[in-house]
């Protein structure tokens, strides 16, 4: 090269270094003397010049390897007939570094092209740059050409194709091993756990222990670990907990984290706690993990706890902690916690584009406090799908349905593509209002205009809108047109309709399909009996509860309830044992006077009993929901709202009475509403009663 051409290869890369150079720390640098600062940049591009002028171009290239300009090093590269082995090391690096393939591979070209011959570390790191860049042809090319291997190259080599999921190549390479050492088995464990297959990951953890002279590293029982919490299988996690402590890596607290994960999933919160209560510098993830699993197993006393220590530690909650306790507030619709929260977060500062603000909305929402849940939307400036589809279900649920459709139009008009998710809140708000042209709009928009796919809640939902307002005939149409087969929550949805309309025919055949899906859900076999009541048909309803006898099906009892001052009260209907009981039973009587003169008539017809009408009238004002509503009148200051929560379907005497209590008292009385599918989820969702023992009435959540 003649010193023209020199000088300007030199050029060129004073001009890329400066320019490469000026970055946001530049307005600080041009505060220091303009000398200084030139002659730094200027020594800089010198030593490339110098270097280049002494056809020193290996030198050269170790300089801009240094800076990281690969692009450059690859040009000058060109230049370089032999530069000597640490000069391609150190290319072969930075090409790893950058997953750069194609700048890779003209290295690998040139090593050809010059004649020099490679030993094994630069091959182990032609190897490792071609399995991190993705090209595992070209690393096994180079390793079957390899004249020598050592044992870096055949774990280079496996824990390329184990990471990249193709676990039996791993396996056949690591059979062939001559020798392994913990890398190797660490590459396999990882690679069976990456490609869910934990039976495996096990298996080779085991032999790894039987192996003279193996000893695996933390990476490996960390594996090893995340394999047992997969199964789960609590035994083995055991045996590696052993391990751990026997070998002497009980010192890593990302391996303690990593058991405590192993126990929660396997279902051993207190090992799980014993875990965390070892682990000497908590991060937020182990105090979210840990929190989590308290939830997760329904203990929920002692994840708000240790919720409340988390807080005072002085550690600062992230939005998965966030989520995390607000879904908790949501599945035990425990407002007042989650307010708590709320207001935790607003002191702390939390992303109103993050997901525990999704959470809020949805917590808001399943708690019945529309108007807290609309706040937190509003104040965000771009809500997500997920808080839209919580707040238009939410209105829906709650008896509004007209604010649901005016924001699932708001959705739209944002831009936000709506998912099948949101269709199913819209279809239910449809269902709530009795929108039947309507819903059917909405129901065939979605495939014709949305471009979705209808799912089997859309017809569950189109098929409850249908069956409450009497169209059988299309009602039978939509099922039959089906692509998918008719779910449990559909039949139950038609049976509810059929017991609306008092179509007795088409509940028995709603009934016949949800035997055979549930043969033991006592709803099926009262409502049946309920439909054969009211139809006058007293042998078949005899029938019907005689069946329920012979295979011990028995009803589910009815219940509803509020929350004061952060305390629940549960109540079933007739029940007597709540300390207020005669003061509720008296203010309920002297309710009962006012509403008559309002207008107010006792749907005696819904008392399938041969019983006088005076004795169903009676039986109709101790409902468990009347009982909820007059205790929380009694126990709340003048004006303020109530919720009641049921655990099944609100009758249509208590739908009615309440909203003659909310006129006489002045009170807004809300009562989130559920469609019959969608009680199917919810009580399968949060199962309060049976799960936190809340008989007798009062139990303090926390």
């Not at 391609?88 to 003209?106: H, V």
């Given at each position: 090269?003649?010193?023209?051409?020199?000088?300007?290869?030199?050029?060129?890369?004073?001009?890329?270094?400066?320019?490469?150079?000026?970055?946001?720390?530049?307005?600080?640098?041009?505060?220091?003397?303009?000398?200084?600062?030139?002659?730094?940049?200027?020594?800089?591009?010198?030593?490339?010049?110098?270097?280049?002028?002494?056809?020193?171009?290996?030198?050269?290239?170790?300089?801009?390897?240094?800076q990281?300009?690969?692009?450059?090093?690859?040009?000058?590269?060109?230049?370089?007939?032999?530069?000597?082995?640490?000069?391609?090391?150190?290319?072969?690096?930075?090409?790893?570094?950058?997953?750069?393939?194609?700048?890779?591979?003209?290295?690998?070209?040139?090593?050809?092209?010059?004649?020099?011959?490679?030993?094994?570390v630069?091959?182990?790191?032609?190897?490792?740059m071609?399995?991190?860049?993705?090209?595992?042809?070209?690393?096994?090319?180079?390793?079957?050409?390899?004249?020598?291997?050592?044992?870096?190259?055949?774990?280079?080599?496996?824990?390329?194709?184990?990471?990249?999921?193709?676990?039996?190549?791993?396996?056949?390479l690591?059979?062939?091993?001559?020798?392994r050492?913990?890398?190797?088995?660490?590459?396999?464990?990882?690679?069976?756990?990456?490609?869910?297959?934990?039976?495996?990951?096990?298996m080779?953890?085991?032999?790894?222990?039987?192996?003279?002279?193996?000893?695996?590293?933390?990476?490996?029982?960390?594996?090893?670990?995340?394999?047992?919490?997969?199964?789960?299988?609590?035994?083995?996690?055991?045996?590696?907990?052993?391990?751990?402590?026997?070998?002497?890596l009980?010192?890593?607290?990302?391996?303690?984290?990593?058991?405590?994960?192993?126990?929660?999933?396997?279902?051993?919160?207190?090992?799980?706690?014993?875990?965390?209560?070892?682990?000497?510098?908590?991060?937020?993830?182990?105090?979210?993990?840990?929190?989590?699993?308290?939830?997760?197993?329904?203990?929920?006393?002692?994840?708000?706890?240790?919720?409340?220590?988390?807080?005072?530690?002085?550690?600062?909650?992230?939005?998965?902690?966030?989520?995390?306790?607000?879904?908790?507030?949501?599945?035990?619709?425990?407002?007042?916690?989650?307010?708590?929260?709320?207001?935790?977060?607003?002191?702390?500062?939390?992303?109103?584009?993050?997901?525990?603000?999704?959470?809020?909305?949805?917590?808001?929402?399943?708690?019945?406090?529309?108007?807290?849940?609309?706040?937190v939307?509003?104040?965000?400036?771009?809500?997500?799908?997920?808080?839209?589809?919580?707040?238009?279900?939410?209105?829906?649920?709650?008896?509004?349905?007209?604010?649901?459709?005016?924001?699932?139009?708001?959705?739209?008009?944002?831009?936000?593509?709506?998912?099948?998710?949101?269709?199913?809140?819209?279809?239910?708000?449809?269902?709530?209002?009795?929108?039947?042209?309507?819903?059917?709009?909405?129901?065939?928009?979605?495939t014709?205009?949305?471009?979705?796919?209808?799912?089997?809640?859309?017809?569950?939902?189109?098929?409850?809108?249908?069956?409450?307002?009497?169209?059988?005939?299309?009602?039978?149409?939509?099922?039959?047109?089906?692509?998918?087969?008719?779910?449990?929550?559909?039949?139950?949805?038609?049976?509810?309709?059929?017991?609306?309309?008092?179509?007795?025919?088409?509940?028995?055949?709603?009934?016949?399909?949800?035997?055979?899906?549930?043969?033991?859900?006592?709803?099926?076999y009262?409502?049946?009996?309920?439909?054969?009541?009211?139809?006058?048909?007293?042998?078949?309803?005899?029938?019907?509860?005689?069946?329920?006898?012979?295979?011990?099906?028995?009803?589910?009892?009815?219940?509803?309830?509020?929350?004061?001052?952060?305390?629940?009260?549960?109540?079933?209907?007739?029940?007597?044992?709540?300390?207020?009981?005669?003061q509720?039973v008296?203010?309920?009587?002297?309710?009962?006077?006012?509403?008559?003169e309002?207008?107010?008539?006792?749907?005696?017809?819904?008392?399938?009993?041969?019983?006088?009408?005076?004795?169903?009238?009676?039986?109709?004002?101790?409902?468990?929901?009347?009982?909820?509503?007059?205790?929380?009148?009694?126990?709340?200051?003048?004006?303020?709202?109530i919720?009641?929560?049921?655990?099944?379907?609100?009758?249509?005497?208590?739908?009615?009475?309440?909203k003659?209590?909310?006129?006489?008292?002045?009170?807004?009385?809300?009562?989130?509403?559920?469609?019959?599918?969608?009680?199917?989820?919810?009580?399968?969702?949060?199962?309060?009663?049976?799960?936190?023992?809340?008989?007798?009435?009062?139990?303090?959540?926390?």
């Open positions: 090269m003649n010193q023209s051409s020199v000088r300007k290869l030199s050029t060129f890369h004073v001009l890329v270094i400066l320019k490469r150079n000026i970055s946001s720390s530049y307005a600080s640098m041009k505060r220091i003397p303009e000398k200084k600062f030139f002659k730094s940049n200027q020594e800089d591009v010198g030593v490339v010049e110098r270097l280049c002028k002494g056809k020193r171009f290996g030198e050269a290239i170790d300089v801009l390897c240094e990281k300009l690969l692009g450059e090093a690859i040009q000058l590269l060109g230049r370089a007939k032999k530069p000597p082995a640490s000069t391609y090391c150190n290319l072969i690096q930075i090409c790893t570094q950058k997953r750069a393939l194609e700048e890779g591979k003209k290295v690998h070209q040139h090593i050809r092209a010059s004649g020099f011959v490679p030993g094994v630069i091959r182990n790191r032609l190897l490792r071609y399995t991190k860049c993705g090209s595992l042809v070209d690393a096994r090319k180079v390793f079957d050409e390899m004249p020598q291997r050592d044992v870096c190259s055949w774990n280079v080599m496996v824990n390329g194709y184990a990471e990249f999921g193709l676990v039996e190549e791993a396996r056949k690591f059979d062939e091993m001559p020798e050492d913990s890398y190797s088995w660490t590459a396999m464990v990882a690679g069976y756990v990456k490609r869910d297959q934990p039976e495996e990951a096990l080779m953890y085991s032999l790894m222990q039987k192996e003279p002279n193996s000893k695996g590293n933390i990476f490996t029982v960390s594996s090893a670990v995340a394999a047992a919490a997969e199964i789960p299988c609590i035994r083995r996690g055991k045996e590696i907990h052993g391990h751990v402590v026997r070998g002497g009980d010192y890593d607290e990302v391996l303690w984290s990593s058991l405590m994960d192993m126990y929660g999933k396997c279902g051993c919160i207190d090992e799980a706690r014993s875990v965390f209560d070892k682990i000497v510098d908590k991060d937020v993830v182990s105090w979210t993990s840990m929190i989590d699993r308290y939830f997760k197993s329904r203990r929920w006393r002692e994840g708000f706890c240790l919720f409340s220590e988390l807080v005072g530690s002085g550690a600062q909650p992230n939005e998965y902690t966030f989520a995390g306790v607000l879904n908790a507030c949501t599945d035990l619709t425990t407002e007042e916690v989650g307010k708590q929260v709320h207001g935790y977060m607003t002191r702390v500062g939390y992303d109103p584009y993050s997901f525990a603000s999704s959470s809020l909305v949805d917590m808001y929402t399943k708690c019945g406090n529309m108007e807290s849940a609309k706040h939307v509003d104040g965000c400036p771009k809500p997500d799908l997920f808080s839209w589809t919580s707040l238009i279900g939410g209105y829906a649920q709650n008896g509004e349905p007209e604010k649901a459709l005016k924001y699932f139009n708001l959705l739209l008009e944002s831009g936000t593509k709506p998912d099948h998710i949101t269709f199913v809140s819209v279809l239910s708000a449809c269902t709530h209002a009795g929108l039947v042209e309507e819903g059917l709009k909405y129901f065939y928009s979605i014709e205009k949305h471009e979705l796919s209808h799912t089997d809640d859309h017809y569950t939902c189109l098929v409850d809108l249908l069956a409450r307002s009497g169209r059988f005939e299309q009602l039978k149409d939509i099922i039959s047109q089906m692509p998918m087969k008719p779910s449990k929550f559909l039949w139950a949805s038609v049976l509810g309709g059929c017991s609306t309309h008092g179509n007795v025919d088409l509940a028995e055949e709603a009934a016949k399909e949800l035997f055979k899906i549930e043969p033991e859900n006592p709803a099926t009262v409502t049946m009996a309920n439909i054969y009541a009211a139809a006058g048909k007293w042998e078949e309803e005899g029938r019907m509860r005689k069946r329920m006898s012979e295979i011990g099906v028995t009803k589910r009892p009815g219940s509803s309830w509020t929350e004061i001052k952060r305390k629940r009260h549960v109540f079933i209907a007739a029940d007597t044992s709540h300390p207020m009981h005669d509720i008296e203010y309920l009587g002297e309710l009962r006077k006012k509403m008559k309002e207008g107010y008539v006792p749907a005696t017809n819904l008392v399938l009993h041969d019983v006088e009408d005076e004795q169903k009238e009676e039986n109709l004002v101790y409902h468990s929901e009347k009982l909820a509503v007059a205790f929380a009148i009694l126990s709340t200051p003048e004006g303020t709202g919720k009641v929560f049921k655990n099944l379907r609100s009758c249509v005497d208590c739908h009615s009475a309440i003659f209590i909310s006129k006489i008292t002045k009170r807004k009385i809300t009562e989130p509403c559920y469609s019959g599918w969608a009680l199917f989820w919810l009580m399968q969702k949060i199962h309060i009663c049976s799960t936190l023992g809340l008989l007798p009435m009062e139990q303090d959540l926390l």
